[in-house]
């Protein structure tokens, strides 16, 4: 429906809303389904909690990847004038095939969510509402909100931003930019899976700390590297940010589920994943521009990316601090 919609050019005022509208019925579905799909995942996964685990944000780069891919072949076939006219709409008329097979492969797996819940947890489950969640566990909502706020900003700047920062701002060809994006969208899709290996190896809070410094030391170089448009340097700056950003999504998403007791976690785990996503990650973008256009340094918003690691990181901390003591 989205892309059958007016632009603000044909619709004015009616157009945006009627988008907003399909955005937030779009987000509502999928803070439902992620969170219980996380949840469902790291109970199920029971040797490599972990890599069962970054399946979840694995699935999410790999639909970015595929919008890459969709958005590389248009650019290729249809001239620049084109594409901005009904280019993107092609792009999401090619998620109508996502959506089937995500639906079989549902309705394939769908189990009793309350098979093997104890007396307890049934209970929890049963009197599961988002008031109870708030009133009885509102401290590790918010903990687990700001642990996210390093993955959710990173993605939204490296996948949805940066494109619109090669073409736009540095000046790539749009088919060199989406070549060089859909190449490090695959990278971030296996750093996913890797980081989540990797945390059920050697834990997920030295993973946790060690890509959140990471990002802090290494955030405003490679931004700086991008202001150079030179396909190479931007291509591994890149690369390296979604390396780190990935290796701590993966290694992030089953410390998330173990935030919360098990009759709760649909609940809290989607208060927990929407308020990062709607006030920090939906804003990244427009952030980023504005620090772009107050400071005139392409490199500026490198700015968030290291806040929002030192958040994470410092949460991270906190809560390790915290279980140890």
């Not at 650019?75 to 594409?83: E, F, I, T």
């Not at 049934?122 to 009885?136: F, I, T």
Request: aromatic fraction near 8%.
């Amino acid at each position: 429906l989205l892309g059958c919609m007016p632009t603000h050019a044909e619709g004015g005022a009616a157009g945006i809303a009627i988008i907003a509208t399909l955005r937030f019925i779009a987000g509502a579905s999928l803070g439902n389904e992620a969170p219980a799909t996380l949840a469902y995942l790291t109970e199920h996964g029971l040797h490599l909690p972990g890599v069962h685990a970054s399946l979840v944000p694995c699935s999410i780069a790999v639909g970015a990847l595929g919008a890459s891919v969709a958005g590389l072949f248009f650019a290729w076939v249809l001239s620049p004038g084109s594409l901005g006219v009904f280019g993107w709409r092609l792009v999401l008329a090619t998620s109508l095939v996502a959506n089937a097979v995500s639906g079989g492969l549902r309705g394939y797996v769908l189990q009793d969510p309350e098979a093997g819940m104890t007396a307890a947890e049934l209970g929890d489950r049963r009197n599961d509402h988002v008031l109870r969640v708030l009133r009885y566990h509102s401290r590790q909502v918010l903990l687990a909100a700001a642990l996210q706020a390093f993955a959710v900003c990173g993605l939204y700047l490296l996948a949805a931003w940066l494109p619109v920062h090669f073409v736009a701002l540095t000046q790539l060809p749009a088919s060199l930019a989406l070549t060089i994006h859909t190449i490090n969208m695959a990278v971030l899709s296996g750093s996913i899976l890797m980081g989540g290996f990797l945390a059920d190896k050697f834990g997920r809070t030295s993973m946790l700390l060690s890509t959140s410094a990471a990002a802090a030391m290494f955030a405003y170089p490679a931004w700086l590297l991008f202001s150079l448009a030179e396909a190479g340097v931007s291509w591994f700056s890149q690369f390296t940010l979604v390396a780190i950003v990935g290796l701590h999504w993966g290694a992030l998403a089953g410390l998330l589920v173990e935030q919360f007791p098990k009759g709760v976690r649909a609940s809290a785990l989607t208060l927990s994943f929407t308020l990062p996503m709607v006030l920090l990650g939906c804003w990244a973008p427009l952030i980023a521009l504005g620090f772009i256009v107050q400071t005139h340094s392409l490199a500026s918003p490198a700015i968030l990316m290291i806040l929002s690691a030192v958040v994470s990181g410092g949460t991270v901390l906190a809560t390790e601090l915290q279980r140890a003591g």
